[in-house]
């Protein structure tokens, strides 16, 4: 360690705004040795740090609590030769002693959405919908976290009147306002496209992930094996996505597609399907509802993983008010879709007389030749009769579901949704962004019965493109053009910091041993990523898949399933529609590299399994 670099770095570091203690720190010695550093920050949390100039980062102690999460390191950022600050995860601390413009957070948050009015009674075994795809951003961002449409799904529960979230759950504990049922945080099942600041391997273009939480958030699960923004594969206590499909790889950090898929739409579906048995005796009742996922794409199609139903039943071993209540029960309830904007990064600054401005990101959007941006489109429910019942006499013999998942309006519904006002926010004190009607606003047209959510453009020379810079005027931002920033504000050659976290996926194997029982029959094989990253995988028998070693299932159960899933792969070929076909748009292609033929002897009733994702190193 070289003294002399490490007294430049030593000092106090802000993350922008500082919103709580853990937003400002310090780096010093942690003794009188002067070979360790240390991190403190002002809620008393301290670890270590371990310089390597060479890589201009400094490594964290396992003593970070973030260190499950692969945020390991602080990154030494430096301008004009000059030590700036550092980026942490998603976050920029800057240094005490820079003076110019810092990176800020909460340059945007809220949502743009959409309105979906309740179903019929009984059409909550499944919805569907397509889903517009393209690049917001012309490179990857620091703590940038936007979601393009999609949607929640929780139990319905609107009937219940105690408690779902025990005392110890991170909803129970720490959101009052959910109370006093905390039925929106109890379980869901969300995810989809977008930019997330958990990302470990940066893109422009956005990615597909599945996410959920059978707890009231003290875990998420986003693939079969890791949770969502964790790098260490999950405990047998914490899994619980099956991998069904026999063609395509599920990577942790998430899907990626085929470069030019901009503008291009992407059909999910989330299913009830009774893959499993009920089970009424210990450790506790479980419902058979595997909530199935089903992509529709150009080079995809089919049933990708479902969530194993003792995920949704496994707290109430502990809390037995909500046996029953739980996803592997409950129908699903879907009222809305949204655009979710997160975390934007961005510069604020004042002019000689005071006024304060505001630059973010440019964002970019779609536009068809009618100026008009589709964002979801051709959402569709369905009852019993779609596919849960036709799977369940499947189960007893009878025919397999053929084709989509019906056409008849006793198997589906289609709900004529609604667009929401516009509601977006800015800065430390969240003021609102006003005047955005002049620019776009929120729309739904039809064709048929297909209902399409969008944003009509107003002016046609800015068609597509977000505002990128803003103006307080009272307590309220408004959108200006770049010629009506002044230049003593600086703002205009600002630019942002680009995502460069590259933190592997940690080796299943190599880290629980109950993972690598029993073996794969063939493999490991790699893939490259659109994204940079690899993948290594595996093919495993259905049943032998990590993520459900844990189960108690008994012989004649595993047999029941393994059998189910092997006439799936037989029947529910790659050449069928199962989501219905969009009203309007051409689908998306998924990356060549996750589609999969499977190997000889091996095409019926085994999945390949992603056993990690690490950088590249071409």
Known sequence: MTIQKTDAILGTYRRLPVE???????ISYKNSSRKVLQWTNDAGISWDLFADFDQNILKTGDDNPYFDSGWREFKLEKRDGELIGFTFGSDFFSHQNFEGISQSSGGLKGYISM??????????YGVSFYTSIWSLIDRPLAAFQIGLPSTWIIPDN????????????????????????????????????????????????????????????????????WGFGKVEALSEDKVGIAQLTNRLLIPPDGITFRDGSEGNILGTAWMALPMTSKKTGAPTPTGNMCWTLFLNSSSFKGAVAFWIPETWSRLSKEYNTIIGRGLDTRLGIMNSGAMEINTVPCFDSEDTTGNKYIKIPQLKFPVNKDGVTTLMQDVIMYSKESIYQQVETWKKGGQPPKGNFGADHKSLWKPVIRSNAISLKQ?????????????????VFSTNESHSFGLEWI???????????????????VPISIEKVPEETRLVPQEFMTYKSNHNYLPIQEQKDQWAVPDPRLGPFKTMLSDGSEITYSWYRFVDQPTLQ???????????????VEEIHAKWTP????????????????????ILKPPKDLEIGYVPIVLKQIASRY
């Open 459 to 477: 002016d046609k020379n800015t068609r597509g493109i977000f505002p990128e810079y803003f103006k307080q005027e009272g307590e309220a931002m």
């Open 427 to 443: 800065g430390p004190k969240n003021l609102p962004l006003l005047e955005l009607d002049e620019i776009f606003r929120t729309t």
């Open 115 to 124: 309105h979906v009015p309740s179903p019929p009674r009984g059409f909550g």
């Open 550 to 564: 844990h189960l108690k299932w008994s012989p004649t159960e595993k047999k029941d399933l393994q059998n189910l």
């Open 575 to 594: 050449d069928k529609e199962y989501i219905p076909p969009p009203e309007n748009g051409r689908l998306a292609e998924i990356d060549p590299a996750l």
């Open 158 to 225: 609107q009937d219940f009147t105690q408690p779902l979230c025990p005392p110890g759950t991170i909803a129970r504990d720490n959101w009052p306002e959910r109370g006093p049922y905390y039925r929106d945080v109890f379980q869901t099942i969300e995810g989809g496209l977008g930019y997330w600041v958990s990302t470990q391997f940066g893109s422009a273009q956005p990615k597909y992930r599945i996410n959920g939480t059978p707890n009231g958030y003290n875990h998420e699960i986003s693939s079969p094996g």
């Open 20 to 26: 709580n203690p853990w937003h400002i720190g310090t």
